[in-house]
């Protein structure tokens, strides 16, 4: 029997992961669920957090974007992805602007997009792995609503994706709660620190590693 599905995460969770940033949630999440590439976010400064809809296209080609579109649900992160990433464009201005309709809170895309100046002045942020005008077949059907690999992490429909500046981490969709605390945490606790720190205290003294290193253990770190 599987296990029932999680509800729903709500607007106020997916709004606090994505204040929290991807840096926060990685660590509160145990370091966990990164997808660890190397992101271009098309807007810098930007922020989002929302459930993964997701498109695994076929090598080189985004008719399974054209599909996924008609699923696309308003606060969603659209996530496109290949077997093996490469600079061909799955995403572009026309698909852009479907996904605006829908409502998307952000794109994802393990491959390249094109008309990257009209995706800059999205309403919604864009993360891709290249900027690129080579084209994409419609040959290949691909699939929806699946599980994909991205960036060494599996991201399942409906896990959350957090994205910024640092590039996007996921948390799937059963540990939302339970991460939002966490994160609630980690800030009070790197509050706290920031004040000692800002008020001329240094980490070296305050963890422990100035004593540690000016009196080794025999054995230990040698
Ligand atoms: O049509 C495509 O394959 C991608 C594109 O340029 C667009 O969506 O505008
Ligand atoms: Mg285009």
Known sequence: MSAAKPPAPAASALEELATAGV???YEAYG??????????????????AGPARIARCGQGDNRAVHEVMTHLLPGE???LTMPEPEP?????????????????AAVLVD??????????RLDYGVWTRWRRARGATKDERGSVNVRVEVGGTTVAPGDVVVLDDDGATA???????????????RIAN?????????????????????????????????
């Open 77 to 79: 992160v659209l996530v």
């Open 31 to 48: 370091r966990r669920g990164l997808l660890d590439a190397e992101w271009i976010p098309l807007q810098p400064g930007r922020r989002a």
């Open 23 to 25: 840096a926060t949630v």
């Open 88 to 104: 061909v464009a799955l995403f572009g201005d026309l698909l852009a602007t479907q996904a605006a309709a829908c409502g998307a």
């Open 171 to 185: 948390v799937a969709a059963a540990d939302v709660t339970a991460t939002v605390e966490a994160v609630r945490r």
């Open 111 to 120: 491959a390249a997009v094109r008309d990257s100046a009209d995706l800059a």
């Open 190 to 222: 790197e509050n706290g620190l920031r004040a000692r720190w800002a008020a001329g205290e240094f980490s070296y003294d305050a963890y422990g590693l100035r004593e540690a290193d000016e009196n080794p253990r025999p054995g230990v770190g040698t």
